[in-house]
């Protein structure tokens, strides 16, 4: 049973960092590739980002490029978001998930298979 647990989320003020975990368990973590999706209230489930199984690629939202990192640790089965200069429109429910390859898109929610419980991020302005 594939089971992803998110933790890191706070209340954070604008122009702050927060950093993101998600620790998986009941798959071979370093064989598949990881996406951070984010969902605000109302609103769709967007692509944040994405890392490759063995870390070596990743790609960005537009609206988080620059601000923040993706990464792994394939020897702890972790994912990790680095969120900086952190904006009152970044507030949302963070996801991570696994990367089945489902569509050709790794940006598109259906690519995924796993999801975790989320995490919720507040930004203060």
């Known amino acids: 049973q594939v089971n992803l647990v998110e933790s890191g989320g706070g209340l954070v003020q604008a122009g702050g960092s927060l950093r993101l975990s998600c620790a998986a368990s009941?798959?071979?973590?370093?064989?598949?590739?990881m996406g951070w999706f984010r969902q605000a209230p109302g609103k769709e489930r967007d692509f944040v980002a994405r890392?490759?199984?063995?870390?070596?690629?990743?790609l960005y939202g537009n609206a988080v490029k620059g601000r923040f990192t993706i990464s792994r640790d394939n020897t702890r089965d972790t994912v990790y978001l680095q969120m900086n200069n952190l904006k009152p429109e970044d507030t949302s429910t963070y996801y991570c998930?696994?990367?089945?390859?489902?569509?050709?898109?790794?940006?598109?929610?259906?690519?995924?298979?796993?999801w975790g419980q989320g995490t919720q991020v507040t930004v203060s302005s």
């Open positions: 890392i490759s199984a063995s870390g070596t690629g990743t």
């Open positions: 998930a696994v990367d089945v390859n489902k569509t050709p898109s790794p940006q598109d929610t259906a690519s995924y298979a796993y």
């Open positions: 009941g798959l071979a973590f370093s064989t598949y590739a």
